[in-house]
Nanobody, 123 residues
């Protein structure tokens, strides 16, 4: 089972990044992919969730206007476009996979597999 994030990096405030989460060898049908982040000394915070089949998306309040989800189902990959980044966005961004037919997007318990994360640093 692999969830591999990529696309992180260091940017200046106002910049953009596109994060990717590629899923492979999952032992179940991927129904939802969530993104969470954890800043220095902080707890894990939900960012956004993509419904794989239905295409629906959910965003945490701070992410709603600046971040955007998309997916390539053929590649089993979900993307998180980060725009107009601010220093408070500095965190490790982690994707998580769920096989459930319905999730509470912000609930970590609804996701079975987690990636290792990709670092985003905004200065």
């Amino acid at each position: 089972v692999q969830l591999v994030e990529s696309g992180g990096g260091s940017v200046q405030a106002g910049g953009s990044l596109r994060l990717s989460c590629a899923a492979s060898r999952l032992p179940f049908t991927l129904n939802f992919m969530g993104w969470f982040r954890q800043g220095p000394g902080e707890g894990r915070e939900w960012v956004a969730t993509q419904s794989i089949k239905g295409g629906g998306t959910w965003y945490a309040g701070p992410a709603k206007r600046r971040f955007k989800l998309s997916q390539d189902t053929a590649k089993n990959t979900v993307y998180l476009q980060l725009n107009n980044l601010i220093p408070d966005d500095t965190a490790t961004y982690v994707c998580a996979a769920s096989s459930l037919f319905s999730v509470t997007p912000a609930s970590t318990a609804d996701y079975s597999y987690w990636g290792r994360g990709t670092q985003v640093t905004v200065s």
